[in-house]
């Protein structure tokens, strides 16, 4: 077990037993995933299906759906490890209508992490690895039973504040995106949200690297090889270094103090916002550094020179002693056990899946947001976990469908305004009222204007053959004493 996590086996309650003997609880052993989106809101329990039972299917292709799977229970694939990457394997089975994902090991040793693959973000089932062993005894069960497990995810919430840590470093492009709106949920949560950022430091006594005389950590490393951090590229030929990294980590650290003198919660999302900014405007090895790193720290009211000191304080980054904040860095990861970045731990509790926050924010798409949420007690949420899909944090959707809107029935909506300056629904019904009175009142003088024209003209036309129906109407009769054939009484009445 990692974390707070839970597999268990439902149904029959033989395979149930076989766990209960094998495991405290019957829970199994397993690794969770960290891409997708674990439903740290309520459990799944479904109905397993062994996907890759059959010779030459492996997962790694679209799994066709089988009619005999059930539509109006969860689905959970069981399938082998191999052939493709993790979050290729989770997302065909996410495609075929799985809830969720159990990957089974080659062995019984150390799980390994399922890591992403750099496309996770279009995952968003959980999933779990767990033994050959363990996933066995479901396999062979599966041929002749139904089972039905359970994935189970708790967060302890001790108080009505919510303690993030968050382990990630300089160069971090699985944290990118959430590093920049991680500023907007702490503005939106407040002081409810205590955040503690961390920063991975290799430690270059037991990389080898300290006092290093070969060369072979050159570019990679502060102060006589003390402090370390791998080439962002991968190639030391080209672009950043990691002393290039480490140097910006010892920064960041600093701005975070600075950033959070007075407690004030403003100020600290300022921080969040500076280290998004400086990964996509100093994010070149010709801007890199602290004159760029100076310009946004001064236009986010963070003090530069209070970095500088701080930095300064800590033993600085050319000597070749120890810096206190970097040894700090390196032993709170030992202690911890973060060997991977990036790390997001909620109450004590590791975040286990895609860091991806999509716009607009929302809980039911942001993992890291809906754990901080299911971190606090019942009935003591901010409103920023409540907030309405397509509405900024915070602001839920009114009987007029505006964000932040106080309307409580649709008869208010006339004078209901949206959120952001906007116009209410009432009000646009108005203004196409008018509108198509407008239209109405022109298309009427329009049509009197054109039968007044017509009038005209067939007056016109009148007045024209008037004296020659008038000498018809005179004409002598004929010797029968009749008019001439062509005068009928219509045409005299003319």
């Given at each position: 077990m990692f974390g707070d996590e839970a597999l268990t086996v439902v149904l029959p309650m033989s395979l149930r037993n076989v766990f209960l003997d094998r495991y405290a609880h019957g829970r199994i052993p397993l690794r969770p995933a960290m891409f997708g989106i674990p439903s740290y809101r309520s459990s799944i329990t479904g109905n397993v299906f062994y996907v890759t039972a059959d010779e030459g299917v492996d997962g790694c292709s679209p799994i066709e759906p089988e009619p005999y799977w059930p539509n109006n229970t969860a689905l959970i694939f069981l399938m082998d490890r191999g052939q493709c990457s993790f979050v290729q394997k989770v997302r065909n089975a996410q495609n075929a209508g799985a809830s969720a994902a159990i990957v089974v090991n080659f062995n019984d040793d150390v799980l390994p992490f399922m890591v992403d693959d750099g496309t996770g973000s279009s995952v968003s089932i959980p999933s779990m690895l767990i033994t050959n062993s363990d996933g066995g005894s479901i396999k062979r069960t599966v041929e002749t039973n139904r089972v039905m497990m359970e994935m189970a995810w708790s967060i302890p919430h001790p108080d009505n504040v919510v303690n993030v840590n968050f382990w990630t470093s300089t160069h971090d492009p699985l944290s990118t995106r959430f590093k920049s709106v991680f500023g907007d949920i702490q503005r939106a949560m407040g002081d409810k949200l205590v955040t503690q950022p961390h920063f991975k430091v290799v430690d270059g006594e037991i990389?080898?690297?300290?006092?290093?005389t070969q060369g072979s950590c050159d570019g990679l490393c502060i102060m006589d090889g003390r402090y370390c951090a791998p080439d962002p590229e991968g190639n030391r030929s080209i672009g950043l270094d990691g002393s290039d990294i480490v140097r910006e980590n010892l920064r960041q650290i600093c701005a975070f103090k600075v950033a959070s003198k007075g407690g004030d919660v403003n100020k600290q999302a300022k921080w969040w916002d500076y280290i998004s900014q400086f990964?996509?405007?100093?994010?070149?090895?010709?801007?890199?550094?602290?004159?760029?790193?100076?310009?946004?720290?001064?236009?986010?009211?963070?003090?530069?020179?209070?970095?500088?000191?701080?930095?300064?304080?800590?033993?600085?980054?050319?000597?070749?002693s120890t810096n206190t904040l970097l040894e700090k860095a390196i032993n709170d990861a030992k202690a911890q056990n973060i060997v991977y970045t990036p790390t997001f731990v909620v109450n004590g509790t590791p975040y286990r899946g895609s860091l991806s926050c999509p716009d607009p924010l929302d809980v039911s798409t942001c993992g890291p947001l809906q754990m901080i949420c299911e971190g606090f007690e019942d009935g003591k949420r901010p409103a920023a976990c409540s907030s309405s899909p397509g509405c900024p944090l915070g602001q839920v959707k009114d009987a007029c469908n505006v964000c932040g809107g106080k309307a409580k029935d649709i008869s208010e909506c006339i004078d209901e305004k949206k959120s952001g300056g906007g116009v209410s629904v009432g009000t646009v019904i108005i203004i196409v009222l008018v509108v198509v009175i407008i239209v109405g009142v022109a298309v009427f003088f329009y049509m009197r204007r054109q039968q007044n024209v017509l009038k005209d003209d067939i007056d016109s036309l009148l007045r024209q053959y008037l004296p020659l129906d008038a000498a018809n109407s005179l004409a002598s009769p004929n010797k029968d004493g009749f008019l001439p054939a062509h005068a009928t009484q219509s045409d005299s009445e003319i």
């Open positions: 990389s080898g690297c300290l006092g290093d990964e996509a405007k100093c994010g070149t090895k010709q801007r890199w550094g602290e004159t760029c790193a100076n310009e946004i720290l001064s236009a986010l009211s963070i003090s530069p020179a209070e970095v500088k000191q701080c930095i300064k304080e800590s033993g600085g980054t050319e000597a070749k």
